[in-house]
Antibody
């Protein structure tokens, strides 16, 4: 069955960096695009980034453009989110999710919490 | 900045029907926005219900249906059950790889 497992969350000071990982299994990872979606505490869902199956195209929400980088290693079945210049408003649970038809999502991970605080 | 709007909350009786909508702050929603719908209960990851306007995701019961109603996307729950009490989010694809989540609707079944 499809499994997506995020890791790498934690507490980080403002202005610092953090890299999240998402380990995929149960499907042909190299054939699917992947999203990152986040949810601040008590708030709604926010789309963050999308990467095509082969890494050839990446897209970002305006709120993270220039600070976050989505990437993947298809040999390791792993998706990444490099987060630089972190701000308090980046505090959220970060979900990785598989791209489906019409740019939608069909499978979600359980999420990893990132807290940006001094 | 495009805002995707949803009703903040809805209440429905068990067995009743409720229709949630997903609109744009400027303009009309059509199938070219590939609207999708997600259900989330507190503390859990979201679950995909509907994609590409009206296609149910695998395992989703047929009491959930998607459509375009007027200038908005819509999610209808027919025969609401207690475990349908959740937050519901729509997503619209804006083109150029960009998606935007709606503001979310909290559905109470009572």
């Amino acid at each position: 069955q499809v499994q997506l497992v995020e890791s790498g969350g934690g507490v980080v000071q403002p202005g610092r960096s953090l890299r999240l990982s998402c380990a995929a299994s149960g499907f042909s990872f190299s054939s699917y695009g992947m999203h990152w979606v986040r949810q601040a505490p008590g708030k709604g869902l926010e789309w963050v980034a999308l990467l095509w199956y082969d890494g050839s195209n990446e897209f970002y929400a305006d709120s993270v453009k220039g600070r976050f980088t989505i990437s993947r290693d298809n040999s390791k079945n792993t998706l990444y989110l490099q987060m630089n210049s972190l701000r308090a408003e980046d505090t959220a649970v970060y979900y990785c999710a598989r791209l489906s038809s019409g740019y939608s999502i069909d499978y979600w991970g359980q999420g990893t919490l990132v807290t940006v605080s001094s | 900045q495009t805002v995707v709007t949803q009703e903040p909350s809805f209440s429905v009786s068990p067995g009743g029907t409720v229709t949630l909508t997903c609109g744009l702050s400027s303009g009309s929603v059509s199938t070219t926005y590939y609207p999708s719908w997600y259900q989330q209960t507190p503390g859990q990851a979201p679950r995909t219900l509907i994609y590409s306007t009206n296609t149910r995701s695998s395992g989703v019961p047929d009491r959930f249906s998607g459509s375009i109603l007027g200038n908005k996307a819509a999610l209808t729950i027919t025969g609401a059950q207690a475990d349908d009490e959740s937050d519901y989010y729509c997503v619209l694809y804006m083109g150029s790889g960009i998606s935007v989540f709606g503001t979310g609707t909290k559905v109470t079944v009572l």
